[in-house]
């Protein structure tokens, strides 16, 4: 049982460029989260989803886009890569609403 | 969601029990209180929830007033690990419930 499991854990990229973060749990769980963290701040919701083909927009979308095509996986994808995205990136997952999450360990960008 | 107001930071000493504050005096009826902490720049970790009764588990006791605006996290025996921020997030269940994640009380275990 791995958990959430996030992959890279580092990654430098240009300014322009684009990824996806991989994010993959294997817990069964329906609900699944995208947050960024920066330095002195708090987490802040990117894109959620509810379950398989079901995502919606969190507090600071814009830059990112989400997919979710099987209950494993919530690949988070950035199309052009600016700066104001560098940033520690979470993923998390939970069984339910009523239910804490478990939180990957991380994906640590750095856009140049 | 209803918004939550907790300290900034907070000290405690290893072995005694760590008192943490988290104010929502403008939590709904069907909102949940939940309890996260962010050991240095790790994934933040669960604690606990709850929704008007009070909640034990193997980690942490969560006091919830019962006018529901206030509650404590309440860590019986800190210690050096537990040296971390504390998030307090006030929930509605359903499919648009969220984590919505504030700045958290930097909670300081010393020896």
């Known amino acids: 049982n791995a958990g959430v499991t996030q992959t890279p854990k580092f990654q430098v990229l240009k300014t322009g460029q684009s990824m996806t973060l991989q994010c993959a749990q294997d817990?069964?769980?329906?609900?699944m989260s995208w947050y960024r963290q920066d330095p002195g701040m708090g987490l802040r919701l990117i894109h959620y989803?509810?379950?398989?083909?079901?995502?919606d927009q969190g507090e600071v979308p814009n830059g990112y886009n989400v997919s979710r095509s099987t209950t494993e996986d919530f690949p988070l994808r950035l199309l052009s890569a600016a700066p104001s995205q560098t940033s520690v990136y979470f993923c998390?997952?939970?069984?339910?609403?009523?239910?804490?999450?478990?939180f990957g360990s991380g994906t640590r960008l750095t856009v140049v | 969601d209803a918004k939550t107001t907790q300290p900034t930071s907070m000290d405690c000493a290893e072995g005694r029990a760590a008192n943490l504050p988290c104010n929502h005096s403008?939590?709904?009826?069907?909102?949940?209180v939940y309890w996260y902490r962010q050991i240095h720049s790790q994934g933040p970790q669960y604690i606990i929830h709850?929704?008007?009764n009070n909640e034990t588990n193997e980690m942490a006791s969560l006091i919830i007033t019962e006018d529901r605006k206030s509650s404590t996290l309440i860590l019986p025996h800190a210690t050096l690990r537990d040296t971390a921020v504390y998030y307090c997030?006030?929930?509605?269940?359903?499919?648009?419930?969220?984590?919505?994640f504030g700045k958290g009380t930097k909670l300081s275990v010393k020896p």
């Open positions: 709850g929704l008007k």
């Open positions: 998390a997952s939970s069984i339910g609403v009523h239910y804490g999450y478990t």
């Open positions: 997030i006030v929930r509605v269940g359903g499919s648009q419930g969220n984590l919505i």
């Open positions: 817990m069964n769980h329906e609900y």
């Open positions: 403008t939590i709904s009826g069907n909102e949940y």
């Open positions: 989803s509810v379950g398989a083909g079901i995502t």
